[in-house]
């Protein structure tokens, strides 16, 4: 595993763990999200999980899901963290993570100086916080969109917790993503991807070598 840690997000299929894995990705992201090319159901998900080596974190991604859609997934799929993606309140990221006892990270969408705000709000109750491009208005989904935000916005900002850098990182960007902000951390999904919802891993392995 290289310096900066790396999630791969939107898993479909064992072979994409397998993959994710012998790159040495340190997170593996699963998407509960109908409308998205990457959902999995909770048997999907418990397949890929139950797959997944030890060392590589499990992270189930949701979107604004009640208690009984998060039950389900905690129940039937083994995680090591989960993923708020959509508009949790602080107080529902904290309910969250005094219901399942899993360490929370939240998702924040960046277009401008004004969303700052919000990353420091929530690193007061997640674990972790995603730094992610703000999707554009009408977007069918919160996240996954391959589009990068202006990383100058956060180079070398410090929070109280530990973050991640994503939106619209590739192999050519990511490095220098890296250096500019400082970044511990990197997520991608469609940047690694040969059509939406289709892992490559020749495109997995590239990321993380190129991520250092
Ligand atoms: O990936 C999805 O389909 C998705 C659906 C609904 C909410 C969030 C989603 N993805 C969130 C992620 O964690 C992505 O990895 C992140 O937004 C970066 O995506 P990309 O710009 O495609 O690398």
């Known amino acids: 595993m290289g310096q900066v840690r790396v999630k791969i997000c939107g898993l479909r299929t064992v072979a994409d763990v397998a993959a994710v894995a012998a790159a040495g ?28 080596p030890v060392g590589l974190a499990k992270v189930a991604l949701v979107v604004d899901a009640p208690d009984a859609v998060l039950d389900a ?16 309140t602080p107080e529902r990221v904290a309910e969250v993570r005094a219901r399942y006892g899993l360490p929370v990270m939240k998702a924040v969408g960046v277009a401008d100086e004004g969303d700052l705000a919000a990353l420091f709000d929530y690193s007061t109750v997640a674990d972790q916080i995603l730094v992610d491009a703000k999707p554009p208005k009408g977007s069918a989904l919160p996240g996954g969109n391959g589009l990068s935000f202006d990383w ?4 070398q900002r410090r929070w109280l917790r530990p973050w991640m850098l994503a939106g619209g990182l590739t192999a050519e960007n990511v490095a220098e ?6 970044a511990r951390q990197v997520d991608v999904s469609s940047g690694v991807e040969s059509a939406p919802g289709q892992k490559d891993a020749g495109k997995i392995a590239a990321f993380v070598r190129a991520a250092g």
């Open 25 to 52: 990705a340190a997170y593996a992201g699963f998407v509960f999200f109908e409308r998205s090319p990457r959902h999995l159901s909770v048997a999907q998900a418990a397949e890929l999980a139950l797959a997944a």
């Open 177 to 182: 993503a890296v250096r500019l902000t400082n």
């Open 73 to 88: 997934i905690v129940e039937g799929v083994p995680l090591d963290m989960l993923q708020l993606h959509g508009h949790e």
């Open 152 to 155: 100058r916005l956060v180079a």
